[in-house]
């Protein structure tokens, strides 16, 4: 296929290159492509929603239900797709944002990655289509929305940012469009996770301007300065602080105080916690912080669907 003008099949390769790769590290370098601890977060969290949320008396026999497992390997296949062909086209600017971590174009050849890329992506649809035509399309779309964000919408003014935003809030909804079983709270976390994802994003593309400026990127912060870009963050966060902070409430109100003191004090807490620094980051090292701030809330928010079983 023909090359992209910002990718960077021009370089060089090591010589490890040679292989798909290299004998010494390849397993570590292979989960450093796909992003495994955060494969295995999307899968955590798919299994909570279904157990705790939908099924909350149903056996672990029923939870973990074939049919599920296959939607599960679906989705993790088109998000480790998604994490391949992002770092396909993103070589140069991982280059330079990036340089320590580097891995399509160094340690995997690209023409493997490419092909790894649309064997999982078709793996990934061809399981959920099988599973339920509704499903194959959920995921046919998001396949469809990764590619098109590594290609141009990550370079697009918070085009990017609420596209894998929406990806993230599907994850969470796929379970309950398996089941069909009408259930609210679902909703509820998937919008959290909707706006974290795009308070994060945001604060990433902070942390990437740099690189991103090199290669003709509109990201917020090169369009509006960072100044600005931080109160569209800030708005976001506001919305989510609004929502969690109305869960907490009920919750409590409900007599579960368990959920309750889990929200006040490992998601409200730690979100007004990062509203505070947002405001006061002015560094690429202060918004990395932020950045990683954003996914240990994402991880207690999806913990605190335990509390809800049974």
Not at 66 to 87: C, E
Not at 188 to 217: N, P, W
Not at 249 to 269: D, I, K
Request: aromatic share 8%; hydrophobic share 55%.
């Amino acid at each position: 296929m023909p090359t992209p003008p910002h990718s960077a099949a021009h370089l060089p390769l090591a010589p490890a290159t040679a292989g798909a790769l290299p004998e010494a590290g390849g397993w570590r370098q292979l989960a450093r492509l796909v992003r495994l601890p955060n494969l295995l977060i999307m899968g955590l969290c798919m299994v909570l929603v279904r157990a705790c949320l939908l099924l909350p008396d149903a056996p672990w026999r029923q939870v973990l239900a074939p049919g599920f497992g296959l939607l599960v390997l679906a989705a993790l296949s088109v998000g480790a797709a998604g994490y391949i062909i992002n770092d396909y086209y993103d070589v140069k600017i991982d280059a330079i944002n990036r340089p320590g971590r580097l891995v399509v174009g160094k340690a995997v050849n690209r023409r493997h990655a490419m092909l790894a890329h649309l064997i999982l992506s078709g793996l990934g649809v061809g399981l959920s289509g099988w599973l339920s035509p509704w499903l194959g399309l959920v995921n046919l779309g998001s396949a469809l929305l990764l590619w098109g964000y590594s290609v141009r919408f990550k370079r697009v003014a918070l085009v990017g940012n609420v596209s894998i935003a929406t990806l993230t809030g599907a994850l969470v909804l796929l379970p309950e469009l398996q089941l069909r079983t009408d259930n609210q709270a679902v909703w509820s976390y998937a919008l959290a996770a909707f706006l974290l994802t795009v308070v994060r994003e945001i604060v990433k593309d902070v942390e990437d301007m740099r690189g991103d400026a090199q290669h003709d990127c509109r990201t917020l912060p090169i369009v509006l300065g960072v100044p600005r870009t931080k109160w569209v963050a800030g708005f976001f966060l506001l919305c989510l602080v609004l929502l969690v902070a109305g869960a907490a409430w009920q919750t409590l109100l409900g007599r579960q105080w368990g959920l309750g003191g889990w929200l006040l004090a490992l998601v409200l807490l730690p979100l007004l916690g990062l509203g505070y620094h947002l405001r006061r980051a002015d560094r690429k090292m202060h918004f990395a912080r932020l950045s990683a701030w954003c996914k240990w809330v994402m991880l207690a928010g999806v913990l605190s669907m335990g509390w809800l079983a049974g």
